[in-house]
T-cell receptor, first 115, second 116 residues
């Protein structure tokens, strides 16, 4: 079984630019989560998809952030007009459609640096 | 509010020492799950264990063991005979079921350094 994959692994951008990250979950996992992790902290929840529906967005997700999962498979997270405070590791996780407490399996993350 | 506290920011041990990582949680839910994840330098969070709130039996997996005590709201993790490959950041997490899905609340992590 292939794990969760994320692309790119690293991204350096200038303030004000737009960036987009991609997450491919484990096949047949219908639940997909995005988290953000800043230096020295644990991951913080950003948003959740069940199939193609985005069911929850954290208040951490400002208007500059948008996430999609158009066909219920891969997901994208876009940040518009990046700010230095957006520098973080963006982690994607997926879980199978068994019950609400199913384990989330994480990808390797995309490390974003905004200059 | 749901909260996870990992009071130990960094722990340094010499190989073959036993080490315990502490985790204390707060929740009003009667049904919840607790998790431990390992984050090596590569960055990927590796799942180690999941434990539900109704099962207080300790669990052992090789050199790893977990002690869940509901009375003290703790879910501690012990590595026996530590090895250099155990060096990583370890996160304890609590599930918060909201709207039919499982949102994880993480602690700040404990960085473990195992020296040869």
């Amino acid at each position: 079984d292939t794990g969760v994959s994320q692309d790119p692994r690293h991204k350096i951008t200038k303030r004000g630019q737009n960036v987009t990250f991609r997450c491919d979950p484990i096949s047949e996992h219908n639940r997909l989560y995005w988290y953000r992790q800043t230096l020295g902290q644990g991951p913080e929840f950003l948003t959740y998809f069940q199939n193609e529906a985005q069911l929850e967005k954290s208040r951490l997700l400002s208007d500059r952030f948008s996430a999609e999962r158009p066909k219920g498979s891969f997901s994208t997270l876009e940040i518009q007009r990046t700010e230095q405070g957006d520098s973080a590791m963006y982690l994607c996780a997926s879980s199978p459609p068994k019950d609400n407490f199913e384990t989330q399996y994480f990808g390797p993350g995309t490390r974003l640096l905004v200059l | 509010a749901q909260k996870v506290t990992q009071a130990q920011t960094e722990i340094s041990v010499v190989e073959k020492e036993d080490v315990t990582l502490d985790c204390v949680y707060e929740t009003r839910d009667t049904t919840y799950y607790l998790f431990w994840y390992k984050q090596p330098p590569s960055g990927e969070l590796v799942f180690l264990i999941r434990r539900n709130s109704f099962d207080e039996q300790n669990e052992i997996s090789g050199r790893y063991s977990w002690n869940f005590q509901k009375s003290t709201s703790s879910f501690n993790f012990t590595i026996t005979a530590s090895q250099v490959v155990d060096s990583a950041v370890y996160f304890c997490a609590l599930s918060e079921v909201s709207g039919g899905y499982n949102k994880l609340i993480f602690g700040a992590g404990t960085r473990l350094a195992v020296h040869p």
